[in-house]
């Protein structure tokens, strides 16, 4: 994790200079939801989207451990936080995508395009066989 400066008092803690990140692996159990929202929270400080970041976060790291091969495992998150934005990724061990039917119920993914607007947050391939998802919010 790369060490941010304080914001003077009253005001949203921001990146200095460029971007800050934090990146760690996971085990892949379910007792690691809630180590990712601690760690995500304490990252993004006073962010100004840290809440939703933090949600986004538990979002992507349940699926992980859910509904891939990350089950068992490990995944990996990464979050980077420039002035204005904060950027998620969680890249787990892939697996079969399953096609929801129109009459589903939503899903986490569906909060997901909730906070981010339907551009602000997708998934692809990772270069190891798995799948990375990601999500990006600006103030």
């Keep these: 994790m790369t060490a ?8 949203a803690q921001q990146a200095a200079g460029p971007a800050t990140s934090y990146r760690r692996t996971f085990p892949g159990r379910a007792d690691q939801v809630s180590q990712v929202r601690r760690e ?31 089950r068992g495992s490990s995944f990996h998150i990464r979050c980077e936080l420039t002035p204005g934005a904060a950027r998620i990724e969680v890249e787990d061990m892939g697996g079969p995508w399953r096609q929801r039917t129109p009459d589903d119920r939503p899903h986490g993914l569906d909060i997901i395009q909730a906070l981010t607007g339907q551009h602000g947050w997708g998934t692809q391939a990772s270069g190891t066989g798995g799948r990375v998802t990601w999500a990006r919010l600006s103030w």
């Design 4 to 11: 941010r400066t304080q914001a003077p008092a009253g005001q």
């Design 40 to 70: 995500i929270a304490g990252y993004l400080g006073e962010c100004p989207a840290a809440d939703d970041m933090v949600l986004i976060a538990d979002e992507l790291a349940a699926n992980a451990i859910l509904h891939t091969r990350s």
